[in-house]
DNA sequence: CTCCAGGTCCATA
DNA sequence: TATGGACATGGA
């Protein structure tokens, strides 16, 4: 068999999610193909490429190429992916009579944060991101899957996974530069893989950590700030309280959000933000979900 | 042309 | 401890 059902939780929407995941036609590590998405895995037992649709009750995985035995482990991936272990409820609890949230809940229900299971790619793509438009950062990240990531082909498509700490460290600085990336961006990218390559960081060592002492490892990398740490948090580790709050994004949404013609201050972003405790990277996507 | 993008580091005081 | 400038490129 090479299907896979997922039952729905509460407070799930796959059309949702899916709008996010077709925010940007340059991304390079998934497809959305009308209402599903594909995607391939680099597996043990090798490349597998699967779709996923999903109707008001159920998600359903299709394994289009690669060792059927490997579905179980795309079923996991997906769980993780969409964020569907997640209860829901107390989010929505909280969040209904907020005063920047409450429309937002209503209007987004069933949106899960997409998460980034890959340690090594959530951190590399806030080194990426840093300090230019979004548009600029996909296409960087497009050159370098291409250059360095592993590739499926199928059905006339080419389906890319983000590279390995060891590929990324095969490359030259130069070869990134000529990428266009940065200097820094490319020294950064070859020190953070220096460090996951041989094992001086590691996703499971991390999860390991209470949450502040695990942002506060990931600061001392070189190249990640507080932005990013808190990013990589939210998106790759599903630490809810993770709150990139200096991101530029959040002020814009915020600011649209308010009718304001600036953006928040840090000060002000705190007290708007004084509900959310322990939801602030569900409240953060949401926010950047209202900027599509 | 100028300013700003899903920031971070480093030099200077 | 705090602030200013550099970084690469592209879109508004």
């Given at each position: 068999m090479n299907r896979l059902a997922i039952a729905i939780p509460p407070h799930f929407d796959f059309a949702q999610c899916l709008r996010f995941l077709d925010r940007n036609a340059e991304e390079s590590l998934h497809r959305v193909e009308g209402?599903?998405?594909?995607?391939?895995?680099?597996?043990?037992?090798?490349?597998?490429?699967?779709?996923?649709?999903?109707?008001?009750?159920?998600?359903?995985?299709e394994l289009l190429a690669g060792d059927p035995a490997a579905l179980p482990a795309i079923g996991d991936y997906v769980r993780e992916m969409l964020d569907l272990e997640r209860d829901?409820?107390?989010?929505?609890?909280k969040?209904?009579?907020?005063?920047?949230?409450?429309s937002l809940v209503h209007r987004f229900d069933g949106l899960r944060i997409i998460r980034l299971p890959d340690l090594f790619?959530?951190?590399?793509?806030?080194?990426?991101?840093?300090?230019?438009?979004?548009?600029f950062a996909y296409r960087l990240k497009a050159r370098l899957v291409e250059r360095c990531g592993t590739v499926l082909e199928h059905d006339g498509q080419s389906y890319h996974a983000f590279p390995t700490p060891e590929a990324v460290l095969g490359l030259d600085a130069q070869v990134l530069r000529d990428m266009q990336f940065s200097r820094q961006k490319a020294d950064y990218l070859l020190s953070l893989a220096e460090t996951m390559g041989s094992g001086k960081l590691s996703r499971s060592a991390l999860e390991a950590l209470p949450f502040a002492a695990s942002r506060a490892r990931l600061i001392a990398l070189r190249g990640i700030g507080p932005w990013s740490a808190d990013y990589v948090l939210m998106k790759c580790l599903g630490a809810t309280e993770a709150f990139p709050i200096a991101d530029v994004g959040l002020h814009n949404a915020l600011r649209i959000q308010l009718g304001m013609d600036r953006k928040p201050t840090p000060a002000?972003?705190?007290?708007?933000?004084?509900?959310?405790?322990?939801?602030?990277?569900?409240?953060?996507?949401?926010?950047?979900q209202s900027l599509l």
């Open positions: 209402a599903r998405f594909l995607k391939m895995l680099p597996l043990h037992s090798g490349p597998a490429l699967f779709a996923v649709q999903g109707d008001d009750s159920v998600l359903e995985v829901m409820l107390p989010f929505y609890e969040m209904k009579s907020d005063a920047v949230m409450g790619e959530a951190l590399s793509w806030t080194i990426i991101g840093q300090q230019i438009n979004l548009a002000e972003i705190r007290s708007l933000a004084a509900g959310w405790r322990g939801w602030e990277a569900y409240c953060t996507f949401f926010l950047w």
